[in-house]
């Protein structure tokens, strides 16, 4: 049962007091922690001792200063005084975003939201107390700072009287906020499921199948924050990484940590993560979906361990004083070959050769003149004669050099001395055959083994080495296939047509001096684990997951061989070519295949109105993902059928701004800059999503992907649509972006699954619009 308690004002006064003494504790807590830091430095201690005690109390002394302004609890849990509540009997507890005591060893005046006796604030319900008699929540003025005075309100849960049916006003009521500025955390209001998926043991990799508005990205930020809580020292020993999809989408997230407590947390974007170059050349779609397939993996494997050439093992004598040692051109390229069927990575394996070529060398030399000490090995694996046969039969190369020469079809040496023989795919040719050849680094455990499945490319032009526009088509495609290098490493792997998109146009260029597009960079990351495993994370969190090519989530893997994933997403909202149609596939490339997949369909954000209209859309769409839900009955969904898009724009903002919360407007990227200056022109103060400021933001329908705004106008659905191969799913992705409010504006005939879906038996157009809250204004369409 909920309930306001009789005495409301005196119980509102004493929690007030309470704050109050919560934050001159935590007023004396900063103040404190720097003394400590002073006294830290001039510690009586070993100076290794003294810079880790420094370095310790300057990092709680920044983060208490560093706190965001706010309230310090939003809850509190009165235990029942019985057996059952153990050490918790009769105690009492408030519940905030971190943990507040006077000292390390007092008792808490706040509890932390990621403690354990604080999981039962989530999950007490009637049917499972959990000892707790009362569950306190505390509703606090919108945008408070944490004065006292902006607590406003307060409502208790007998959990031991409850009957279930009666839903929090205080949760209701912090869910429903309008959104203005970045995200803000849900520690106040998260639910069973989600806190299920939040306290998952750090050593499981989950996976979150999340409709729009269910707060996938929220559990996978407060996921983050609470491994940090309960594995301090492995996660930042081994470190955390954030990956959303693009810079605005991080943005938009980036004060969810810090509110929580936590700062320095890396969030990135896989773009960024494997910026070996500036993105300064182009790909069309079919030469990107190529360059992203699966089977790029095996084909950069093979043009690498290209240069791998046992056979040009050449007789070798070292020069020691008066001695010379040989080995013959048999032993080492058995030595050579040795190495290569071990699978190391390809740094790894010159290195391996130069300490079995040593170790000959070693052998010879004892058995004429006695023990050899460290000194000599280190001088002897350096000599000339040493690194000459490293140099021919196991190079050093880089990642820009194997795949220039792959793009150009440029065959090295040891490519064409592989040539005669080839029997099969691969077969003879120098590196193939290696069992761990799919791995997404060389000898890395638990990374995913390649799979390779069908192209899905099409039959579009080719690649080219400048943007598209304004390119003469016949100059970027090029029908010859050669016999260097990339015939020889695609063999059996791409057809003529795959392979003719990959050629490169125009003049060759050297490493030095090649142009790279983003497909490029994937490719060069795969090069690059290849040679050298990167350095891992304990644990990484994948927002928008859906969206990863196989390649890109091979260069994740890499980056987490032995650590877990939290990976986000909407099968539904993939918008990329290569997209992924089911969770179990992608989690194979991302080396996770035993990783558990949960559905969240009930939205806490999205309004039934907007939720019924994308679920319309849904249907029409290539995947396989439950219908969702909403929790919040009511919301709008206007559509205007209208001349001038611009005027109409206009005129639906300004309705908008009429009301409380952000206002987006969202359109095809090719008409985001004339919709910006027809709201200059009206005087409406806008701004884009990567530098927000105005309570209006225009957004690319490119870059919507994961913000949310109050209310949202999207103009024109028909080019949305039609701007891309997967545009439906574009436009399922614009429609959600809506909490309150969503006004369709259009000229064109707006796209059939809005129109009217046989599966559903109310249409949305023509008016009247039987669907809830749904409303149509301006012209019929049709």
Not at 312 to 334: C, F, K
Not at 487 to 510: I, Q, Y
Not at 565 to 588: E, H, I, K, Y
Request: charged share 25%.
């Amino acid at each position: 049962m909920t309930s306001s308690p009789p005495a409301l004002g005196d119980a509102l006064s004493q929690e007030r007091t309470y704050h109050d003494a919560c934050r001159a504790a935590l007023a004396a807590l900063v103040d404190g922690a720097g003394e400590q830091v002073v006294a830290g430095q001039d510690v009586s201690a070993s100076g290794a001792d003294a810079e880790v005690l420094g370095r310790g109390l300057r990092t709680r002394a920044r983060d208490l200063r560093e706190l965001p302004a706010g309230p310090l609890f939003f809850g509190r849990l009165d235990f029942a005084a019985s057996e059952e509540a153990g050490d918790h009997a009769g105690q009492s507890y408030h519940i905030g975003r971190v943990r507040l005591a006077p000292d390390p060893s007092a008792p808490p005046l706040v509890v932390d939201w990621r403690a354990p006796v604080a999981r039962a604030f989530y999950q007490a319900g009637p049917h499972d107390p959990r000892s707790v008699s009362v569950r306190r929540r505390f509703g606090w003025a919108p945008g408070s700072r944490g004065d006292s005075a902006d607590l406003t309100g307060l409502e208790d849960e007998h959990l031991e009287e409850a009957d279930g049916t009666r839903p929090s006003a205080v949760v209701a009521a912090e869910i429903e906020r309008p959104r203005i500025g970045p995200m803000r955390d849900i520690a106040a209001t998260i639910q069973p499921e989600q806190d299920d998926l939040v306290r998952a043991d750090l050593a499981a990799s989950l996976c979150v199948q999340g409709a729009p508005g269910t707060g996938k990205t929220a559990v996978g930020l407060h996921r983050a924050a609470y491994l940090l809580y309960t594995y301090p020292e492995r996660v930042r020993r081994g470190g955390m990484l954030v990956l959303g999809p693009n810079r605005a989408f991080l943005a938009h997230i980036s004060e969810v940590l810090p509110t929580l407590g936590e700062s320095g947390v890396r969030q990135s974007t896989l773009d960024d993560e494997i910026a070996r170059h500036p993105v300064t050349a182009w790909d069309d779609d079919g030469t990107a979906r190529v360059k992203h397939d699966i089977r790029m993996a095996e084909v950069l494997r093979r043009a690498l361990y290209a240069r791998v050439r046992p056979e040009a093992a050449h007789p070798l004598t070292v020069p020691d004083g008066s001695y010379r040692w040989r080995v013959p051109a048999e032993e080492l390229e058995e030595i050579v070959r040795g190495v290569r069927a071990e699978e190391p990575s390809y740094a790894v394996g010159r290195e391996r050769v130069r300490s079995r070529v040593l170790h000959a060398l070693r052998q010879r030399a004892e058995l004429r003149t006695g023990p050899r000490g460290e000194a000599w090995a280190r001088k002897v694996s350096r000599a000339r004669p040493v690194t000459a046969l490293l140099d021919a039969v196991w190079p050093v190369v880089r990642p820009e050099e194997v795949l220039a020469d792959l793009l150009a079809d440029r065959a090295p040496a040891a490519a064409v001395a592989s040539r005669n023989g080839a029997r099969s795919p691969g077969a003879g040719f120098p590196g193939a055959g290696f069992p761990g050849a799919g791995s997404p680094g060389a000898g890395s455990p638990g990374a995913g083994s390649l799979v390779v499945g069908e192209s899905r490319t099409g039959a579009d032009s080719g690649a080219c080495a400048d943007p598209p526009t304004g390119t003469d088509p016949e100059t970027c495609a090029d029908s010859r296939v050669g016999t260097g290098s990339l015939a020889l490493a695609a063999d059996g792997l791409l057809d003529t047509d795959e392979r003719r998109r990959l050629l490169r146009t125009g003049p060759a260029r050297s490493a030095r001096t090649a142009r790279w597009s983003a497909a490029d960079l994937v490719l060069l990351d795969e090069l690059a684990g290849l040679i050298e495993r990167p350095a891992g994370y304990e644990h990484i969190v994948i927002d928008e997951a859906q969206d990863l090519s196989p390649m890109e989530c091979r260069a994740i893997a890499r980056r987490s061989p032995f650590g877990s994933l939290t990976v986000l997403g909407d099968l539904a909202q993939g918008t990329t070519p290569w997209a992924a149609r089911s969770w179990p596939d992608l989690l194979r490339h991302l080396g996770k295949r035993d990783a558990g997949v949960t559905a969240l369909t009930t939205g806490f954000r999205l309004p039934a109105a907007v939720a019924e209209l994308a679920n319309r859309l849904l249907l029409r769409l290539d995947v396989e993902v439950p219908l969702s839900r909403s929790l919040r009955r009511g919301g709008e969904a206007a559509v205007t059928r209208a001349g001038d898009l611009a005027a109409a724009t206009v005129a639906a903002v300004r309705e908008a701004l009429g009301q409380e919360g952000s206002v987006a407007v969202i359109a095809a990227d090719s008409r985001t800059a004339a919709l910006g200056e027809a709201l200059a022109a009206a005087g409406v103060p806008a701004s884009g999503p990567d530098t927000p400021g105005a309570r209006v933001t225009v957004v690319p329908a490119s870059v919507a992907k994961g913000l949310e705004y109050d209310h949202v106008v999207v103009v024109e659905p028909a080019a949305v649509v039609r701007a891309e191969e997967r545009g439906l799913h574009r436009l399922y992705v614009v429609l959600t972006r809506a909490v309150s409010r969503l006004h369709i504006v259009h000229h064109e005939p707006l796209p059939d699954p809005l129109l009217t879906d046989p599966l559903l038996t109310d249409p949305l157009l023509p008016d009247p619009l039987l669907t809830a809250g749904l409303r149509s204004t301006g012209e019929p369409a049709v």
